[in-house]
């Protein structure tokens, strides 16, 4: 609901399907993506702060008791990206195998 409430965005218009908010909020369409993975990397407010992992995934418990009736809890991740890595640097570790 961060999203849609706010009055200014910084850097979300790669984040956003059209017309999502209408029918669902963030945490209830990542669930309906389970069991298929699902990461969602260094989460922020829309004013571009930080939102730290354990408040994501508070925030994500749809998501995460979805993930966790499938049998597929590992599938869902929220990941931190230390500052200053690059993105390919992470990736290429995060793009194992999901545990199942």
Do not use: N
């Amino acid at each position: 609901m961060e999203i849609a409430r706010a009055r200014y965005h910084e850097g979300l218009t790669a984040a956003f399907v059209p017309g999502v908010l209408r029918d669902f909020d963030l945490p209830d369409l990542a669930a309906a993506l389970a069991p298929r993975p699902l990461w969602i990397v260094d989460p922020q407010t829309p004013t571009g702060a930080r939102v730290p992992t354990e408040r994501a995934l508070t925030e994500c418990a749809p998501a995460t008791r979805a993930y966790e009736r499938t049998g597929r809890p590992a599938a869902f991740r929220v990941l931190q990206r230390p500052e200053g890595w690059p993105l390919d640097k992470l990736y290429a570790s995060w793009l194992g195998p999901i545990p199942r």
